[in-house]
């Protein structure tokens, strides 16, 4: 029951504090399962966080309920990802009904850009983070040639030309990411 209660609070705050959802949340809920929490380990998270891409919802949804089950089987599931949507949820019922009231307000107008900037500053964050776990092996190694997984960074250069070069369907990238991870680390 503690576990779950603990689950509950912290995705909560985690909900109450995602503010640009998606990828900008990334870091806070590394923060809280992974250092503060010590419930998953960084190599589990990044997992977690590639499994949250290529399922259908949104990231922090997803992620929180993977988390949860990790840390308390179905019902952590559950209790984590309640806590995850309750907050936005209630936030953006309040917003909708402030922003249609006020909608031709400067102010909010010039509010609403400054949340977007935030926005940007915390998904650029996530997306050093993603880079960091892929080709140096944590979030916290600092840059060098000696750390650098050179199977991982191959395979993201050969990715990003044949994503630049003919836009294929991001499904067809994930298969063929996932077998070349299968032969590079199977």
């Known amino acids: 029951m503690n576990a779950l209660w603990n689950l509950l609070i912290t995705f909560l705050k985690i909900g109450l504090l995602s503010i640009g959802g998606g990828y900008a949340v990334i870091p806070l809920i590394q923060e809280q399962v992974v250092e503060k929490n010590s419930w998953i ?3 589990v998270f990044a997992d977690i966080i590639t499994i949250s891409q290529m399922t259908p919802g949104p ?4 992620t929180s309920t993977f988390v949860g089950l990790q840390i308390g089987g179905v019902a952590g599931a559950l209790t984590a990802t309640i806590g995850c949507v309750f907050c936005g949820i209630t ?3 309040i917003l909708y009904y402030f922003i249609q009231k006020y909608q031709k307000s400067v102010y909010v107008l010039e509010i609403l ?3 977007k900037s935030a926005s940007l500053g915390l998904i650029i964050s996530a997306a050093v983070t993603i880079v960091s776990l892929a080709l140096f092996g ?8 000696l750390s650098l997984n050179w199977a991982a960074f191959f395979l993201f250069l050969v990715m990003l030309f044949f ?3 003919w836009k294929p369907n991001p499904i067809i990238i994930l298969l063929i990411s996932g077998i070349a991870g299968l032969a590079f680390y199977g």
């Open 163 to 165: 994503l630049r070069k």
């Open 91 to 93: 936030i953006s019922l």
């Open 138 to 145: 944590s979030s916290k190694a600092k840059p060098d040639l």
């Open 113 to 115: 850009n400054g949340l």
């Open 59 to 62: 990231l922090a949804v997803n």
């Open 41 to 43: 380990s960084e190599k």
